[in-house]
């Protein structure tokens, strides 16, 4: 979800402004990272990142690795939930 979307599907009424960025502040964020990934499994609905010593019960063979490279970010997602999909889940 998009900040500013989330805000107008709480409060569609307040006002919104812009400020700089803060020293430390980030962009973007990273779920998976290319190191992440080489251990990400992709199950029908998700992603589970094993651990190295696997012992959830998960096997990697219940889903399909991810490809060389990837990692999942949000500078580079493409798919958002719309402002109404926010407020469903609100």
Same mark, same amino acid.
């Given at each position: 979800?998009?900040? !500013?979307?989330?805000?107008?599907? +709480?409060? =569609? ?8 960025? *803060?020293? %430390?502040?980030? #962009? ?14 992709? !199950?029908?609905?998700?992603?589970? +990142?094993? =651990? ?8 990697? *063979?219940? %889903?399909?690795? #991810? ?24």
């Amino acid at each position: 979800m998009k900040i !500013l979307d989330l805000a107008k599907a +709480i409060a =569609p009424d307040s006002a919104t402004f812009a400020s700089a960025i *803060r020293p %430390g502040e980030k #962009l973007h964020e990273e779920m998976i990272s290319l190191g992440g990934s080489r251990r990400t499994i992709e !199950l029908t609905d998700r992603y589970v +990142i094993l =651990p190295t010593i696997n012992n959830w019960g998960i096997s990697a *063979r219940e %889903g399909k690795p #991810l490809p060389e490279g990837f990692s999942f970010r949000s500078d580079t997602n493409t798919e958002w939930l719309s402002i109404d999909q926010l407020r469903q889940l609100v």
